[in-house]
C-alpha cells in the first residue's frame, strides 16, 4: 500500500464527494458555462456560480464577482503581476517565494520593474520589520508573498505585513498555494488585495481548478483574451469582473468538485483540519529530530509550520533516500528544490536540495510513523557508511 506525503504538491487522496461531484457534472451536465441559452449551459452556469459564492464564503469575499476562476494558483499569480505592474514599478517580495512567483517577476524585471526581495534567515522565515522597511524604502507598486513556505513550511507574518500595506495604499498579492483550506484566511483581515490559490492542495478540489480574488476598484489587465460567453459583438475584453479574467471555457467538471471539497471543509471544520495537521507535523518533527544524520529545516515547532517539513540524511542525496522510501517503503515524497531555488539558498540547500514530506488530512499517524521507521532504518543502513 503506497503512503501518499506529497500533499504540498496535490492533495491525494480527495474527500469522496468531490470524485462524485466531478462525475456528475460531466455527465449529466457537459455544456460550457455561459454559452448559450440552453438548459444545460445554464446548469453548467449554476455550477460555477456555486464554486463562486463556495470561494466567497470561505475567504470572507463579499462580492462573489471579485473572484476570477484560474487553472491554477500560478496562473492566478501571473494574471496579477502582469495585469498590474508596468515598466518603472517597484515590487517587494521575499527569498521563499516558489517559481511561480519568481519566474514572472525575472520577466516583469527585464521589461523595466524594479524586484527588492527580503531575505530570510537560515529557517526560511521573513522579519516582518525587515519587509516593512523594503516597502518604505522605494514608492512600492506591490507588495508579494507566500504564506507559507512549499520547503520549510515556515508560517510567514501575514497579519503583520498585509493590514500595514492597506494603510499605507500598497496592493498586497497573497500567494495562498500552501495556506488555504489550512488556514482560516479572511481577505479585510489580513489587508488582502489579491489572493491567488490553487483549488488541488489544501483545498482538495481537483486539478485545473484556482482563482484569483481582486480587491474592488483594483484594475489589471487581463492575461489571456478571447471568448468569454458574453459581448461578442465587440473585440474588446469585458470591462467587468469575472468575465475580463475567464477567457475560454471554465472547467466546469473541476469547479463542481471544488464547490464538494469545499463544502467538506467547511464541515469538518477549518480548525479541526489544522489541528490535525499540527499533530502529524509535531509528530513527524520529533521523530526526525530523534534518527541519527536526520538535519530538520524550517521552525522546529509545529504551530509555526504549513503542511510541508523538508530534511536531509547525512551521507545520502536527497534523491537517492526519495528513491528508497519511494521503492522500498511504498512512501511518496518530494525530492529537489521544490521549484524555489532562492528558498534553498536562504536556508543553505542550495544546490543539492531536500527531502520533503507533506502531509493532509487523510494520512494517519500509522502513516507518519512508518516513515519515521524507514527513514531510522536508511540511516542505520551499511549504505550509509
Known amino acids: 500500500m503506497t503512503i501518499y506525503l506529497d500533499n504540498a504538491a496535490t492533495s491525494h487522496p480527495k474527500p469522496e464527494a468531490v470524485y462524485r461531484a466531478s ?38 469575499i463579499a462580492d462573489t464577482a471579485r473572484i476570477a476562476f484560474t487553472g491554477n494558483a500560478t496562473e492566478a499569480i501571473n494574471q496579477a503581476l502582469f495585469g498590474l505592474l508596468r515598466p518603472g514599478d517597484r515590487v517587494v517580495t521575499s527569498s521563499m517565494e516558489h517559481n511561480a512567483v519568481t519566474r514572472p517577476l525575472r520577466a516583469l524585471q527585464e521589461k ?77 483581515e489580513l489587508g ?3 489572493l491567488a490559490a490553487p483549488g488541488h492542495k489544501g483545498l482538495m478540489g481537483p486539478p485545473g481548478t484556482g482563482f484569483l480574488y481582486v480587491r474592488p476598484g483594483l484594475q489589471l489587465t487581463p492575461l489571456v483574451y478571447g471568448g468569454t460567453g458574453g459581448n461578442s459583438f465587440s473585440d474588446q475584453a469585458p470591462e467587468a469582473m469575472p468575465e475580463r479574467f475567464e477567457a475560454g471555457t471554465l472547467n466546469t467538471p473541476g469547479l463542481a468538485g471544488l464547490t464538494a471539497a469545499i463544502a467538506f471543509l467547511r464541515q469538518t471544520g477549518l480548525e479541526a ?11 513527524l518533527i520529533d521523530g526526525l529530530r530523534a534518527v541519527a544524520g536526520v538535519e530538520l529545516y524550517g521552525p522546529l515547532m509545529a504551530g509555526l509550520h504549513g503542511g510541508a517539513l523538508s530534511f536531509n ?70 549504505i550509509n557508511e
Open 192 to 194: 488582502i488585495d489579491l
Open 273 to 283: 483540519i489544522r489541528a490535525r495537521e499540527e499533530q502529524l507535523m509535531a509528530r
Open 112 to 188: 523595466g520593474v524594479q524586484v527588492v526581495k527580503v531575505t530570510a534567515d537560515g529557517q526560511g522565515c521573513i522579519d516582518p520589520e525587515a519587509f516593512l522597511r523594503a516597502c518604505r524604502e522605494g514608492k512600492t507598486r506591490l507588495a508579494v508573498l507566500s504564506h507559507c513556505s512549499n520547503v520549510t513550511g515556515a508560517l510567514q507574518p501575514v497579519a503583520d505585513i498585509g493590514p500595514w500595506c492597506r494603510r499605507e495604499g500598497i496592493p498586497f498579492l497573497l500567494d495562498a498555494a500552501q495556506s488555504a483550506g489550512l488556514f482560516d484566511i479572511q481577505v479585510e
Open 313 to 382: 540524511l547525512a551521507g545520502f542525496d536527497p534523491a537517492e533516500i526519495g528513491f528508497l522510501l519511494d521503492r522500498q517503503y511504498g512512501i511518496v515524497s518530494r525530492t529537489g528544490l521544490h521549484c524555489a531555488p532562492d528558498a534553498h539558498r536562504s536556508i543553505g540547500t542550495f544546490p543539492r536540495g531536500t527531502i520533503r514530506v507533506s502531509p493532509g488530512f487523510f494520512t494517519t499517524v500509522e502513516d507518519i510513523d512508518h516513515l519515521l521507521h524507514a527513514v531510522a532504518a536508511l540511516a542505520a543502513a551499511p
Open 23 to 60: 462525475d456528475l457534472a460531466l455527465r449529466q451536465t457537459g455544456a460550457s458555462p455561459g454559452r448559450g441559452g440552453h438548459q444545460l449551459g445554464l446548469a453548467a452556469g449554476r455550477l460555477v456560480f456555486a464554486a463562486r459564492e463556495a470561494v466567497a464564503s470561505l475567504f470572507g
